[in-house]
């Protein structure tokens, strides 16, 4: 049975608002609705003040919804709105009142962890094409490689790649009302919206509704034990990037660009994102480095060469390594058997496992730096 955006509409009209008079539709709290596969997904939005108070609301919408034939699952979140939401507004301090800091001003609130998982790794790019995606996945099986237990999180909402690069077909399960136990493939743990939607679904969703939905795919899910969640960024530096770095707490992040000088532009801005929320960049990986001719052996430097090497070298970060074009890394992307287990062996997979280990021992000096640091506390 087909689920309509107004039979959705109508059911939502009977949850209560917060204000105890009118509901939450009349209210105009109720994001854009999207339907896709029986699964409704929307955001309800309420002050920034009250968003824990106010989770029984939330769940009350999603039983609402969940009781509609045809609906086999709702994902339903709570968007903060800071200012002007629903005439609650912030209010002034006494000027006569001192402030008394805690801590430095420039210092960023502490993150939420999140369960079973020690640490999460950023892959992101300043543009899309460059490969992101496929190094995210060969970065994961590299540090399982090393004897780490790693999850994937493919926060790419508009276009998912996991189910395709690591061959995943069917729905995750189900653990309890609003847990989802995460999908695996090839000993990782896998969680994307691409399972959630059929591939072919476009996802027209307005920046709080993706928002809502990394934060649901993140902390909604029965991740762990591991010890590294690496985590597919959407290419650019939009509001779902910043929402990931600011609320998330990232261990670091690898910045992947191609080496021509259009491409490092981009990844410069990504970069300095990162730093603008103090979150460590690991390092740069230049992707589709050079490529060789499979019939001649011959080298072709298709976009230029050494590029995100001497930017790393300008911008004081560490370079990871160069990864050739080939096409068996595509034709293995493509049939979801990504190279370092498909060619264990092969040159490309060495390269990604050094790639790993890099990231890795940066990761560990990140830790001891972070650890040897003390924080100065202001009375």
């Given at each position: 049975m087909t689920v309509s955006r107004q039979a959705v509409v109508e059911k939502l009209s009977t949850v209560?608002?917060?204000?105890?008079?009118?509901?939450?539709?009349?209210?105009?709290?109720?994001?854009?609705?999207?339907?896709?596969?029986?699964?409704?997904?929307?955001?309800i939005t309420v002050p920034a003040a009250r968003a824990q108070e106010l989770e029984?609301?939330?769940?009350?919408?999603?039983?609402?919804?969940?009781?509609?034939?045809?609906?086999?699952?709702?994902?339903?979140?709570?968007?903060a709105e800071r200012q002007g939401g629903m005439g609650a507004a912030p209010q002034p301090k006494p000027a006569s009142q001192p402030q008394r800091a805690h801590?430095?001003?420039?210092?960023?609130?502490?993150?939420a962890g999140v369960p079973g998982v020690e640490a999460i790794i950023a892959v992101a790019s300043g543009k899309g094409g460059v490969g992101k995606s496929t190094t995210a996945v060969n970065l994961a099986l590299g540090l399982q490689?090393?004897?780490?237990?790693?999850?994937?999180?493919?926060?790419?909402?508009?276009?998912?790649?996991?189910?395709?690069?690591?061959?995943?077909?069917?729905?995750?399960?189900?653990?309890?009302s609003k847990t989802l136990k995460p999908?695996?493939?090839?000993?990782l743990q896998v969680m994307s919206i691409g399972f959630l939607v059929e591939e072919e679904t476009p996802m027209i969703w307005r920046g709080p509704m993706v928002m809502s939905a990394l934060r649901q795919l993140l902390r909604d899910v029965a991740w762990g034990p591991l010890d590294v969640l690496v985590v597919d960024m959407p290419p650019g530096t939009g509001d779902a990037q910043l929402t990931m770095a600011q609320q998330v707490p990232l261990a670091g992040a690898v910045i992947v660009s191609t080496p021509q000088d259009l491409a490092l532009i981009d990844a410069r801005k990504g970069l300095n994102m990162f730093r603008r929320v103090e979150v460590p960049v690991l390092g740069i990986v230049e992707n589709m480095s050079y490529f060789i001719a499979p019939d001649t052996g011959r080298r072709y430097d298709i976009f230029g060469h050494g590029g995100a090497?001497?930017?790393?070298?300008?911008?004081?970060?560490?370079?990871?390594?160069?990864?050739?074009?080939?096409?068996?890394?595509?034709?293995m992307s493509d049939a979801g058997t990504p190279v370092v287990v498909s060619d264990p062996e092969?040159?490309?997979?060495?390269?990604?496992?050094?790639?790993?280990?890099?990231?890795?021992?940066r990761l560990e000096?990140?830790?001891?730096?972070?650890?040897?640091?003390?924080?100065?506390?202001?009375?």
């Amino acid at each position: 049975m087909t689920v309509s955006r107004q039979a959705v509409v109508e059911k939502l009209s009977t949850v209560e608002g917060p204000d105890h008079e009118s509901d939450i539709v009349s209210l105009g709290l109720v994001s854009e609705i999207f339907i896709a596969d029986g699964k409704v997904f929307f955001s309800i939005t309420v002050p920034a003040a009250r968003a824990q108070e106010l989770e029984p609301l939330r769940e009350a919408a999603e039983r609402a919804v969940k009781s509609l034939p045809g609906v086999t699952g709702a994902v339903v979140a709570l968007t903060a709105e800071r200012q002007g939401g629903m005439g609650a507004a912030p209010q002034p301090k006494p000027a006569s009142q001192p402030q008394r800091a805690h801590a430095p001003q420039d210092r960023q609130p502490a993150k939420a962890g999140v369960p079973g998982v020690e640490a999460i790794i950023a892959v992101a790019s300043g543009k899309g094409g460059v490969g992101k995606s496929t190094t995210a996945v060969n970065l994961a099986l590299g540090l399982q490689s090393l004897g780490l237990k790693v999850g994937i999180l493919d926060a790419d909402i508009y276009g998912p790649s996991m189910p395709r690069l690591l061959g995943i077909k069917g729905k995750p399960e189900m653990i309890d009302s609003k847990t989802l136990k995460p999908m695996d493939a090839y000993g990782l743990q896998v969680m994307s919206i691409g399972f959630l939607v059929e591939e072919e679904t476009p996802m027209i969703w307005r920046g709080p509704m993706v928002m809502s939905a990394l934060r649901q795919l993140l902390r909604d899910v029965a991740w762990g034990p591991l010890d590294v969640l690496v985590v597919d960024m959407p290419p650019g530096t939009g509001d779902a990037q910043l929402t990931m770095a600011q609320q998330v707490p990232l261990a670091g992040a690898v910045i992947v660009s191609t080496p021509q000088d259009l491409a490092l532009i981009d990844a410069r801005k990504g970069l300095n994102m990162f730093r603008r929320v103090e979150v460590p960049v690991l390092g740069i990986v230049e992707n589709m480095s050079y490529f060789i001719a499979p019939d001649t052996g011959r080298r072709y430097d298709i976009f230029g060469h050494g590029g995100a090497r001497a930017e790393a070298e300008r911008l004081g970060v560490p370079f990871l390594g160069e990864v050739p074009l080939t096409m068996d890394v595509r034709e293995m992307s493509d049939a979801g058997t990504p190279v370092v287990v498909s060619d264990p062996e092969g040159a490309q997979a060495k390269t990604y496992r050094a790639v790993a280990q890099k990231v890795l021992e940066r990761l560990e000096a990140e830790k001891a730096a972070a650890g040897s640091t003390p924080a100065i506390i202001f009375e």
